[in-house]
């Protein structure tokens, strides 16, 4: 092997990987100690889902995690995964796998990069400072030859970056344009500095929702590190398990996941909770990146009127304000998050099918699609709730 040969490897386990090497191309910004941009790549989060079962036999998610190594040294890697239907990705293809077996082909078993069972962008083809070319076209490259070689039907590459999409377009790869609703900080320097900016209506009916949710007959406490206590566990899998049920069948993480993120995870998540009478009766669960808020679960045993808004949305635009970060991204769908501040923006998702005429067919379908989501994020842009003259009644 010479110093420039790649080498391109697949492991069933993160076990199997050394965390220093994974996390150099994952977060090579933590290594010095800073908190990672992106907390769901790391080593700590994805083992978690291992460790727990959350993925891998049974789950539908069997792990085939990715490396590259150039002169014996991990230059790049990626989160790959075998999957057995088309469940946690929040990019949907259920269309696409239904067509591809009425024609008579087999859909599943597919090939996924991402994080499962989070939409939240971030970077797919984990590199090292300075190995992005050659480790983007490595992991593509071995990613493609991994579905050929198995005769599957497809690889996605789910929620990566602009650039990578880009960079993805470039190497033969289908693009493909969805869309989230994220809250921007503009350098405000309070909740209020914040509504300053809405249009008089809106910044009054905000108020009156967070009076109505504040008025709920307890407290709401925001915890992160070690103030949270493995006792909150207990009461926010009550949440999970019913938000989990009523939305997807069966919640996605076991109650081992939230046990090793006590341990392991604590310091990555915000845990904002309702108490009532000395017992938690709603919660939502963060996660913390250098420059984003990352809303993930939501849960209650007690329905109280806007006590969701409160604890998902109002509590993370705070949090974001006073440690400065960038943005939230409240997660997946909800039209109703506009009205809150949270402004749509396009996100990205890069695709490959193995027979020619369907992906033929799929690219003008993507073609026509990101026209549809560029139009409906112009529309709900327009409508958004931000002043549109500088000068309005300070309500």
Avoid at 45 to 74: D, H, I, K, N
Avoid at 83 to 88: A, F, I, L, R, T
Avoid at 288 to 303: P, S, V
Wanted: charged share 25%; hydrophobic share 40%; aromatic share 12%.
């Amino acid at each position: 092997m010479t110093d420039t040969e790649v080498i391109i490897e697949t492991h069933d386990s993160l076990s199997d990987i050394v965390a220093r090497d994974w996390d150099g191309c994952a977060c090579p910004e933590a290594v010095s100690g800073a908190r990672p941009i992106d907390p769901f790549t790391t080593y700590r989060f994805l083992s978690a889902l291992e460790q727990s079962g959350s993925v891998g036999p049974g789950t539908g998610w069997q792990a085939q995690y990715m490396t590259v190594r150039q002169g014996g040294e991990v230059i790049a890697c990626a989160p790959l995964y075998a999957k057995s239907h088309s469940q946690g990705e929040y990019i949907f293809d259920h269309n696409w796998a239904h067509a591809y077996e009425s024609a008579g082909g087999r859909y599943y078993p597919k090939m996924q990069i991402a994080v499962p069972f989070t939409p939240a962008t971030g970077r797919r083809f984990l590199t090292r400072p300075g190995f992005e070319h050659v480790g983007r076209a490595a992991l593509v490259q071995g990613a493609v030859q991994m579905a050929e070689r198995h005769g599957l039907s497809s690889l996605h590459i789910t929620f990566c970056t602009e650039d990578e999409a880009a960079a993805g377009a470039a190497m033969g790869l289908m693009p493909r344009s969805s869309q989230q609703f994220h809250w921007v900080n503009a350098g405000y320097d309070s909740f209020e500095g914040f509504l300053a900016q809405l249009n008089a209506r809106k910044r009054k009916n905000i108020r009156k929702e967070r009076r109505t949710a504040q008025d709920f007959g307890g407290e709401i406490v925001a915890l992160t590190g070690d103030d949270i206590k493995p006792a909150h566990w207990d009461a926010f899998w009550q949440f999970y398990q019913d938000t989990g049920a009523r939305k997807w069948g069966t919640p996605y993480l076991t109650r081992a996941f939230f046990d090793i993120a006590q341990d392991t995870l604590r310091d990555d998540i915000l845990l904002v909770l309702a108490r009532r009478d000395g017992r938690a009766v709603a919660g939502a669960l963060n996660m913390i990146g250098a420059q984003a808020l990352f809303g993930r679960y939501w849960g209650c045993i007690e329905d109280h009127p806007a006590l969701h808004f409160e604890l998902c949305y109002y509590r993370a635009i705070e949090h974001a304000i006073a440690h400065g970060l960038d943005r939230v991204e409240a997660g997946a769908q909800g039209e109703h998050k506009l009205a809150r501040g949270y402004m749509p923006v396009t996100t990205h998702s890069l695709h490959w099918l193995a027979d020619t005429g369907f992906a033929e067919a799929v690219a003008r379908y993507l073609e026509a699609e990101k026209d549809a989501v560029d139009q409906e994020i112009d529309i709900l842009t327009a409508y958004g709730p931000f002043r549109k003259t500088k000068v309005e009644d300070n309500l």
